[in-house]
């Protein structure tokens, strides 16, 4: 890791391409649903992406925790899998049967804003301000639009509501899983970010095989849809997220906040026809708004760096 982070035309390339693919996601999922049950769907992909990583920390020998005298305990590996990939895996693969990619893509925005509040009370030094109060706020205005007032009461959309829902979920369960990771004592993260791969499969495995069988024999669409979501969206951008950390600093890694679900949207709309309802086109803004409101005193450090 560089001692500064240093942000070079290489991080912006980094960061572009991190959003792009972390935004087509949502509609890679969509496509590989069409032949893939959901569970197996997190299952194969977590498993495929697991070996991929394994291969990688087998030639850097396994090793894990940096200092020999604080090393993480297997429950706390287990449920940061349990957060990181587990859980929301199931439930976004769930959910997106029942909601639009790119409403799933916008729901992933609102992880700053649950981070934000559970920072001020779980992390030291991490404090909320009168400015980042009022950028959460108009989040949570814009998650309340985003999942719908009248969801319930309306006839037959039962099930929409609760993909919404199961979406937003997702999106809390990331949050956990950063203040989580941030609790862990030092370790390797290409380690770190294999084991939460093998542990997710096995959190997934059992509820595949109880919900839906044996696994299926997907058409070419979308296996194809799988493999990309678990080479390029789950492995190597795990990678790349490293990578960028590393160099340019986490600060600058939470631009990718930003580029996700406008990517999700606009794939969605081009590729799958999804409509673009001016309700989540608000709650998007709303969202995006009050992220940048609570984080303006990063982004503002951060743009010093960058001129």
């Known amino acids: ?13 980094m960061i572009a391409v991190l959003g792009f693919t972390w935004g087509s996601t949502f509609l890679g999922i969509s496509i590989a649903l069409e032949g893939i049950p959901p569970f197996w769907l997190a299952t194969l992909r977590l498993a495929i992406a697991a070996v991929l990583l394994g291969v990688l920390w087998a030639r850097r020998g396994f090793r894990l925790a940096l200092d020999p005298d604080r090393k993480p305990t297997l429950i706390a590996l287990i449920w940061t899998a349990a957060v990181a990939c587990g859980v929301p895996f199931l439930l976004l693969n769930w959910g997106q049967q029942h909601v639009t990619s790119g409403f799933a893509g916008t729901s992933m925005a609102t992880v700053p804003l649950i981070v934000l509040p559970m920072a001020h009370f779980l992390v030291s030094g991490e404090r909320l ?3 980042s109060v009022i950028g959460v706020g108009m989040g949570f205005l814009g998650v309340w639009i985003l999942l719908g007032q009248d969801a319930l009461t309306s006839s037959g959309n039962e099930l929409e509501f609760w993909g919404r829902l199961a ?17 862990l004592p030092p370790v390797d993260t290409l380690g770190l970010t294999t084991l939460i791969m093998v542990f997710g499969a096995l959190i997934t495995l059992p509820v595949a095989l109880i919900a839906e069988g044996l696994p299926p024999m997907p058409g070419a669409r979308p296996t194809l849809a799988l493999l990309f979501i678990s080479v390029f969206s789950t492995a190597a951008m795990n990678i790349l997220r490293v990578a960028v950390i590393r160099s340019a600093g986490p600060t600058f890694m939470t631009l990718v906040n930003y580029q996700v679900p406008v990517w999700s949207v606009v794939l969605g709309s081009i590729v799958l026809n999804e409509p673009l309802p001016p309700g989540l086109l608000g709650a998007l ?12 005193g990063a982004l503002t450090r951060l743009w010093r760096k960058a001129t």
Request: one cysteine or more; hydrophobic letters at 50%; glycine letters at 4%.
């Open 129 to 131: 301000t009168p400015r």
């Open 285 to 296: 803004a709303l969202i995006l708004a009050g992220v940048a409101l609570g984080q303006w």
């Open 1 to 13: 890791m560089t001692p500064t982070p240093e942000i070079t035309r290489m991080s912006w390339l």
């Open 167 to 183: 979406c937003v979920c997702v999106a809390a369960c990331y949050a956990v899983n950063s203040i989580t990771i941030r609790r």
